[in-house]
């Protein structure tokens, strides 16, 4: 239980009083109040002695700021906070009114909370109001991991320079294990935070928006090929979930849909416009509308009836079984979670890299990437991107890994065709009759 303490630490007439809180063995942070008294009107019962009116009334602010101060210290452990010096000056400014309890606060952990309490009122990337559950829980992360870092500190916004942003990434990649692209997108929502704060007027270092958080490009791309489709498609199956669960699988990757937009899919989203049949849809995490032509393929898959409904989880966890009854065994370079012990039934979840059989590495989002991937350079670019709605075809080709050098082979490709078919054309030559002479 934390207790308080005022105390005297000099002999001068107007000596300042400090308040020590103790809430457990080596967290005991001091701070000055900024009230005032002579030494020789204090108690030893470490209050005022009440022998004036103003001693008396110095002594019940005393009271109501120590009251104040273990309540706050019981809404700090419900909220998880760290308790330090920085936090017990911030609220004995605060209770003696010497700085608003409405001001924003500069604290790092602070400026994300804030972000996630304005969630429902906050512009999102779609155009609207209100971060999705995704991005929250992103912040949420974001805040756990500051403050893990942070230990007693309470980093400040201002803090956070391109050093810090060095020593943040290391602590990521080397003590929590995180995953480039993982760490790097903490990275990036903490230079959000960082914009957030300075547009409410906290003070913020210049350095921040240099900090480099750009995703890294792709280094193992993980999808189906053709004939590891036709080889899956062509393997007897005896469980009906792992049928059902396949059917999913064929029709994802050929239709090129995140997992969570695939698995919303019903019947009611076929329809026939101008006497075409097609998909339609809207996604999910970019609220863009897609439609989709139902080819000949996608009406086989579907011949023996619609999927019925699996939650992603399932989903992910029956294609492994499917693709490893499929024999998809192929020795690949990839992560997948492994769930480690952390002591007292704490569990913590990691993405490992190594060389897996890429079946233990299949989930949902096999198969957008492989209708991308099988598609590029047989479809035009411009067409893939209009049904897998990536907004550059920078970002498409960085999603199934071609660089500038798939670009010089495309085009060596189409002028080799060219003239493939020239070649093919007749030649028309006029041909001279002989006159009779």
Request: glycine content about 4%.
């Amino acid at each position: 239980m934390a207790t308080i303490k005022f105390q005297l630490l000099s002999k001068s007439e107007n000596a300042p009083i400090y308040l020590r809180l103790s809430v457990k063995r080596g967290q005991t942070p001091r701070t000055k109040t900024g009230l005032h008294i002579n030494p020789k009107q204090w108690s030893t019962s470490n209050y005022p002695k009440t022998t004036t009116a103003n001693n008396k009334k110095l002594k019940a602010d005393l009271q109501d700021l120590e009251k104040y101060i273990l309540d706050e210290v019981n809404n700090a452990n419900t909220k998880g906070e760290t308790i330090n010096t920085a936090w017990l000056k911030h609220h004995i400014d605060v209770h003696f009114g010497r700085i608003s309890i409405t001001k924003k606060s500069d604290f790092i952990t602070d400026a994300i909370q804030s972000i996630i309490n304005e969630a429902p009122t906050r512009k999102n990337a779609k155009g609207g109001l209100g971060l999705s559950e995704r991005r929250i829980n992103s912040y949420k992360a974001l805040k756990r991991v500051i403050k893990e870092y942070q230990k007693q500190q309470n980093l400040r916004v201002k803090d956070v320079d391109i050093k810090f942003a060095k020593d943040f990434l290391n602590f990521l990649l080397n003590e929590k294990k995180y995953q480039k692209s993982t760490s790097l997108k903490k990275l990036a929502d903490l230079k959000t935070v960082c914009t957030d704060a300075e547009f409410y007027g906290i003070e913020t270092n210049s350095q921040y928006k240099k900090i480099q958080s750009a995703k890294p490009n792709n280094e193992n791309i993980l999808y189906l090929s053709n004939k590891e489709l036709q080889q899956i498609e062509s393997t007897v199956l005896l469980s009906e979930s792992l049928k059902n669960a396949r059917k999913w699988l064929l029709l994802g990757c050929n239709i090129g849909q995140r997992g969570g937009d695939l698995l919303q899919l019903t019947e009611n989203n076929f329809k026939t416009l101008n006497n075409l049949e097609v998909i339609q849809l809207k996604q999910q995490k970019t609220g863009k509308n897609v439609t989709i032509p139902v080819l000949e393929k996608t009406k086989e898959i579907l011949k023996t009836g619609f999927p019925y409904k699996i939650s992603t989880q399932k989903f992910n966890k029956h294609i492994k079984e499917v693709c490893k009854l499929s024999e998809i065994n192929e020795l690949i370079n990839g992560s997948k979670i492994v769930v480690t012990e952390k002591g007292k039934g704490n569990k913590e979840k990691r993405k490992v890299n190594g060389l897996y059989p890429k079946w233990q590495l299949m989930a949902s989002h096999v198969c957008r990437r492989s209708f991308c991937s099988n598609l590029y350079g047989t479809l035009p670019t411009p067409l893939i991107m209009s049904i897998s709605a990536h907004s550059s075809e920078k970002m498409l080709l960085n999603y199934i890994g071609k660089d500038s050098l798939d670009y010089a082979q495309q085009i060596a490709d189409f002028y080799t065709l060219q003239a493939l078919k020239e070649k093919r054309e007749p030649q028309l030559q006029i041909i001279k009759n002989a006159s009779n002479q």
